[in-house]
């Protein structure tokens, strides 16, 4: 049996529908009853159950041999996901796949994400895992769309840097094939989409499927800093940090990890686009 933590978030929701597409065992663990209804229609069984809960962790552990674990990035992450891995040792093991983020492996690179990330990691240590280190999903351009809808502006912190943006679905497809296979133990994968991609190119594709023009534009830290009011400033200054690394290249690498897992070269920016664009319109 799989456990899927996670499984009403981006990557672990499109894990779960690859999982029942192939009839593999699922579960999903949601965190209150109300979250499973994210779930309906999909042939999978569900636990109820907060990371920080052990005896609703015990039990939806019970007769799980391999676990997806993630959880949103945030200062607890670690120990969120920390309490999964003692829930798992306690159940009795599980080749645990973790999510974690392009640059994990590299001791060169900082920033509070990977910290976060790396402490889970450590935590691995006597289980069979997997890790799953992805560059930046083409879903986060979603959270641009306002901007494109109200001015035809596609803000980027970035400047003229590519970057291999990935698809969560093809994430979520080398951890099937990882959840599904053997060999995987000890493995660290770095996942890209098939090509790198600068925000004008993302403006000139969004431009071309909109009929009108839609422009990248730069902005400042502090611009940002304003525009994410509300958020987590954890995490926006997460997010200014990895922009740092993207903006001198850090992000343009591609590796051949999804064809190899999948067979596919993985789905490309205009795939994206053309299943989200009403997000856009
Ligand atoms: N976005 C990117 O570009 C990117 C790139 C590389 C790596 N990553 C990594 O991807 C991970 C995030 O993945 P994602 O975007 O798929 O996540 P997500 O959409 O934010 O989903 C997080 C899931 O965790 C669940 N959850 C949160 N706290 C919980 C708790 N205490 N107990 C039980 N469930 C809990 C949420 O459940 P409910 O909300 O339903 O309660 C949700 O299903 C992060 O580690 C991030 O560093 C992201």
Redesign the pocket.
Known sequence: MILV????????GYLVRALCKEGAPVRA????PE?AD?LRGYDCGTAV????DPRAMHQALQDVDRVFL????SAR?AE?EGAVLDAVRRAGGAHVVK????GVDQPDRDGR?LEQ?RAVVAQLDGLPHTVLA????L??LVGSAAAVQERGELPSLVGPAAMSFID?RDVAAVAAHVLSGTGHDGATYTLTGPRAVTYADIAAALSERLGREVRAVDITPQEYRTQAEGQDPWVVEGLLELSEVYRSGGASVVTDEVQRATGSPGLTLENFLDDHLSAFR
Request: charged share 10%.
């Open positions: 933590t996670g499984a009403t978030g981006t990557v672990g663990l949601v965190s209150s979250r994210v159950g907060r990371y920080e993630v959880s949103p990035a992450s969120l999510l974690a983020a392009a994400f990330h992805p560059h930046g999903f879903q986060n969560a």
